[in-house]
T-cell receptor, first 114, second 114 residues
Framework: EAGVAQSPRYKIIEKRQSVAFWCNPI?????LYWYQQILGQGPKLLIQ????????DSQLPKDRFSAERLKGVDSTLKIQPAKLEDSAVYLC????????????FGPGTRLTVT | GNSVTQMEGPVTLSEEAFLTINCTYT??????LFWYVQYPGEGLQLLLK?????DKGSNKGFEATYRKETTSFHLEKGSVQVSDSAVYFC?????????????FGTGTKLQVIP
């Protein structure tokens, strides 16, 4: 079974630029999560999708971050414009059942904003 | 709100030493508890879980018991190996508004030396 795929693995941008990350969850997984992991901290949930609907985006900075999950499969997370404090690893995860206990994580995208 | 507190790292042990990583939590309702592990350069993966009080989760020689009276879920292993070097995250999941809401701790880095 293929795992959660993410791209790119690394990205370096200047502040005020925009960036997009892509995630393809495990086939058949209904729930998709985007997390932000700042160095030395645990993952912080940004947004959670159930199929293609949003169930939790309470910690998403909506003035600059946006996410979509078209057709309930893959997803993109965008930052526009980026700030220095957005430097982090962005993790995508998926789970089989709605809010399923076990989340499967992708390798993450390491973003550096200069 | 929900929160997870882990002991600060890094934890450095010699091979075959006994490991304990402390984890305590606060949560509304009845959470499920998890330990995730992140090996260098890889995404997080589920190590073990417990879904109700007094349950013991175990995997790869690691164990953790869900202690409701002390709101704890400490991770233990009797004899660590160099290959166990990783960052360990304690997490909880509670049912909220029709979906599972997950909260992670800040992680504890374990380094095992030969």
């Amino acid at each position: 079974e293929a795992g959660v795929a993410q791209s790119p693995r690394y990205k370096i941008i200047e502040k005020r630029q925009s960036v997009a990350f892509w995630c393809n969850p495990i086939s058949g997984h209904a729930t998709l999560y985007w997390y932000q992991q700042i160095l030395g901290q645990g993952p912080k949930l940004l947004i959670q999708f159930q199929n293609n609907g949003v169930v939790d985006d309470s910690q998403l900075p909506k003035d600059r971050f946006s996410a979509e999950r078209l057709k309930g499969v893959d997803s993109t997370l965008k930052i526009q414009p980026a700030k220095l404090e957005d430097s982090a690893v962005y993790l995508c995860a998926s789970s089989l059942v709605p809010g399923g206990y076990e989340q499967y994580f992708g390798p993450g995208t390491r973003l550096t904003v200069t | 709100g929900n929160s997870v507190t882990q002991m600060e790292g890094p934890v450095t042990l010699s091979e075959e030493a006994f490991l304990t990583i402390n984890c305590t939590y606060t949560a509304t309702g009845y959470p499920s508890l998890f330990w995730y592990v992140q090996y260098p350069g890889e995404g997080l993966q589920l190590l073990l879980k417990a879904t109700k009080a007094d349950d013991k989760g175990s995997n790869k020689g690691f164990e953790a018991t869900y202690r409701k009276e002390t709101t704890s879920f400490h991770l233990e292993k009797g004899s660590v190996q160099v290959s166990d070097s990783a960052v360990y995250f304690c997490a909880l999941s509670v049912h909220s508004g029709g979906y599972q809401k997950v909260t992670f701790g800040t992680g504890t880095k374990l380094q095992v030396i030969p």
